[in-house]
């Protein structure tokens, strides 16, 4: 197969700089029957997030007298991608987004003030173009903001990834398989934590630090758009 | 002048312990979706927490020879022994009682147990019930006052509506709940009400 060229004089594949994001689009509070969500429109991902709880910890021996428990559901519908999903079951993927995100969660939720409860995240994706992981913990922690459960911050992320040797912000779908490697990051901006970190494909050591500072500079964007979906929610019952 | 804050906004630029914010540092940094006007900060939303002296509404989920379980709209189970009531209740039931005690998990031990009956119950978000009850509950008794109702407003978010105009009673506390985080709510909730009052 021929080698395709995915960037030519610093464009990109879709029209796009090396830093720039693809149009996002965030809306809070779209499910009734939820406590919190959220639904994402990150290039042509489309995530639909939803938050349950806290409420009474199920079964009841998984209950922890010091903390909430945290449980995080990332699912793929079947008619998510151009490939065939198949069955829409649980996979090893599925699985292992779930516990990363599970984990994200855990480190910024005040887990202490609700003991012997449960929170419930899931992230659904309707339509998947690539990054799909950072954009449904993106959605998600606006869910949770939506849903009033206590957090140390609002996170988000992005991922970066090498195409073409060059170092590239965002990557979709097409960049991330035939590119050479991709990072999704999710970070926290109040305490510049990382928490979420994952690798694929290799990079030296002064591609990550820099991939890492293009992710904090991306998350600063993502932010900014995670606010405004939380506060339209208000402006619109304002006027209304 | 008033703002919504999200998780993570800086709220003081020094330490204080306030519902909805945690101190990092030297700082208040929020950690719920909050509304911030001068040195106040009222969360939008949150679940209840069972609190020493609240009186809330609770539905009776489950009866023991000791005692019946609580279900109070919050992530926790009131407990009320069947030493502090005479009455007995089946399950379903509609209760109004008063927290005597929580536990270090958050569970509470309820007293003075009150059946309520011939009414409606409706819930709305916890941390909106101190705006329906107003200041010196100003606003309850506006509502009783222009409905002809008796409301029994539960810390829990559940509110029992009794007697007089009770769906007016319940479109003024529903929008209550919508319009919270706004200023001037009393005055457009009186007009409300006396617009829909004269038209029955």
Known sequence: MEKQILIKNGIRNDGRGILDLRP??????????????AMIEWGKNKILAAVYGPREAFPKHAANPNRANVNCKYSMAPFSSLEEHGRSGPNRRAIEIGKVAKHVFENVILT???PKTQIDISIEILQ????????????????????????????????????DGQLVVDVDKIEDNLGT???PVIVSLRTNEILLFQLDGMLEKKEIETAIDYSFEAAKAVRALQIEALKNKYVVEESG | MSEISVP????????RRLDGAYVLGNQTIASVICV????????????????????VVGIISEQRFSGYT??????????????????????????????????????????????????????????????????NSSMVSMIEKYAKTKLFVGKNGRIYIREGNVELAIAAILKIQKEAHTQGLTDRVEAFLEFEAGKA
Do not use: W
């Open chain 1, 112 to 114: 202490n003030q609700f």
């Open chain 2, 36 to 55: 911030k006007s001068e040195d106040r900060v009222v969360p939008l939303k949150g679940k209840y927490l069972p609190i020493i002296d609240d009186y």
């Open chain 2, 70 to 135: 609580i279900d109070l709209n919050s992530p926790y189970e009131g407990q009320l022994s069947t030493r502090e009531s005479r009455e007995s209740f089946k399950i379903g039931d509609v209760v109004s009682a008063l927290i005597q005690e929580v536990d270090e998990v958050n569970e509470p031990m309820l007293i003075e147990p009150r059946k309520l009956s011939g009414g409606r119950l409706i819930e709305i978000d916890a941390v909106k019930v101190p705006r329906v009850i107003g200041r």
């Open chain 1, 128 to 163: 998947s173009d690539g990054g799909t992981r950072i954009a449904g913990i993106t959605a998600a922690a606006v869910a949770l903001a939506d849903a009033g459960i206590p957090m140390k911050d609002l996170v988000q992320g992005v991922s970066v990834g090498k195409v």
């Open chain 1, 24 to 37: 996002i689009k965030i809306t809070a509070g779209v499910l009734k029957k939820a406590d919190g969500s």
């Open chain 2, 8 to 15: 993570g906004d800086l709220l003081f630029e020094d330490a």
């Open chain 1, 181 to 183: 490697s991709d990072i």
